[in-house]
């Protein structure tokens, strides 16, 4: 995701091309802060591929190595939760992403994905509390914007979901959010008027 390439990029040497099994190898050796962040890379490789058990142990040797900053450390949190969640861990998701949102409660993604956990759940006044966080936090994104949708269509407030997903389809035409919001109006037979 978007952290796997702010973390890549934290690392002068660490070229675009780097395979996960050279970032663990590489993580084996590096120095403490090097170590953490080469960690990271791996991990997001590994659960970029679909491998959530071996990215989980990525983000574990990251979290274990002391120091770093809240930001460093809470992504890392953020990731390990994303990890956990992928595997069907659902109580690890939910505490990572607890103990993340401490670290680093300005990034919008924390509380997408605590939204997603929620609803899950079935949780609905707790996914509209996360929402709206994320909504504050990046109001034009539009994979937020269509899952603030689905939260409010969840919460049965229909006006307020076709709304979210006409702002999501302006905000992102023709890429993926756009498409599921422009199939979620149409499911709800509202006319198309956004190209």
């Known amino acids: 995701m978007i952290i796997a390439l702010l973390l890549a990029a934290a690392i002068p040497t660490a070229a675009p091309?780097?395979?996960?099994d050279q970032a663990e190898a590489q993580a084996a050796s590096?120095?403490?802060?090097r170590a953490r962040v080469l960690w990271g890379i791996g991990g997001n490789l590994r659960l970029s591929s679909g491998d959530a058990q071996r990215a989980a142990r990525d983000f574990d040797k990251g979290l274990a190595i002391p120091g770093g900053s809240d930001?460093?450390?809470?992504?890392?949190?953020?990731?390990?939760?994303?990890?956990?969640?992928?595997?069907g861990d659902i109580a690890t998701a939910e505490a990572r992403a607890a103990e993340a949102a401490r670290l680093v409660p300005g990034d919008p993604f924390l509380w997408y994905f605590r939204t997603t956990l929620a609803v899950a759940a079935g949780d609905v006044p707790r996914a509209k509390l996360a929402i709206a966080r994320a909504l504050r936090l990046a109001p034009t994104d539009p994979t937020i914007l269509f899952e603030?949708?689905?939260?409010?269509?969840?919460?049965?407030?229909?006006?307020?979901?076709?709304?979210?997903?006409?702002k999501a389809l302006a905000a992102d035409p023709t890429g993926p959010s756009g498409r599921l919001a422009r199939e979620a109006l149409g499911l709800a037979g509202v006319p198309l008027t956004v190209k």
């Open 148 to 166: 603030s949708g689905h939260v409010a269509q969840l919460a049965g407030e229909d006006a307020a979901a076709r709304e979210a997903w006409r």
């Open 30 to 33: 590096a120095p403490a802060p």
């Open 71 to 87: 930001f460093e450390r809470g992504e890392l949190l953020l990731d390990r939760a994303r990890a956990a969640q992928a595997s």
């Open 17 to 20: 091309s780097l395979t996960a």
